[in-house]
């Protein structure tokens, strides 16, 4: 695939319950960022990956949010006891280098719903 | 964190006109960049401008940047209905990190 992609489009699920998304960032791309998107709002930057590391997690809002990287490629996010303020769309980003003229490459993102 | 607010927050024009969106940030950056994302989609990179640079273009773009005020400018030239699309500023997340802040955008709507 050329770009990056994220699975599912879309996740309706209830309160309380787990759920893991999944990113695929583009090919040779070392650097994987998280935001979270509410309508009408920008992106809110969750968490970035140098690899298989976290190099910086302080967008995440609480512990029941948690992200992982192990092979330093794909990504899950993994948001536990889901509440409905978690609505939103979840964004996955990939970049060939870090740093800080590095410009995002973007998924379509997974449309979360919490009932 | 540092972030940029676009401004406005939302803006009509028919075909054939310019497009002015405005970008203000609170600290010193050394680049701020421009994205644009289409209804239901991704964020698509248009632009870097680095903090030495005054203006740059890419096709019917135009960025300006002014650090003396902590602004930035995207101007779209002869407008296109497919230029409808929600766009915003970034700037570096933090001093020491490579990830981006985003403000709430400016939402472009373009009537044939």
């Known amino acids: 695939g050329a770009g990056v992609s994220q699975t599912p489009s879309n996740k309706v699920t209830e309160k309380g319950k787990y759920v893991e998304l999944r990113c695929d960032p583009i090919s040779g791309h070392t650097a994987l960022y998280w935001y979270r998107q509410s309508l009408g709002q920008g992106p809110e930057f969750l968490i970035y990956f140098q690899g298989t590391g976290a190099a910086d997690d302080s967008g995440l809002p609480n512990d029941r949010f948690f992200a992982v990287r192990p092979e330093g490629s794909v990504s899950t996010l993994k948001i536990q006891r889901t509440e409905r303020g978690d609505s939103a769309v979840y964004l996955c980003?990939?970049?060939?280098?870090?740093?800080?003229?590095?410009?995002?490459?973007f998924g379509n993102g997974t449309r979360l719903t919490v009932t | 964190s540092q972030q940029g607010e676009e401004d406005p927050q939302a803006l009509s024009i028919q075909e054939g006109e310019n497009a002015t969106m405005n970008c203000s940030y609170k600290t010193s950056i050394n680049n701020l960049q421009w994205y644009r994302q289409n209804s239901g989609r991704g964020l698509v990179h248009l632009i870097l401008i680095r903090s030495n640079e005054r203006e740059k273009h890419s096709g019917r773009l135009r960025v300006t940047l002014d650090t003396s005020k902590k602004s930035s400018s995207l101007l779209i030239t002869a407008s296109r209905a497919a230029d409808t699309a929600s766009y915003f500023c970034?700037?570096?997340?933090?001093?020491?990190?490579?990830?981006?802040?985003f403000g709430k955008g400016t939402s472009l709507l373009v009537t044939p």
């Open positions: 970034a700037t570096p997340y933090s001093n020491s990190g490579y990830a981006l802040n």
């Open positions: 980003a990939s970049s060939f280098n870090p740093g800080q003229n590095s410009p995002l490459h």
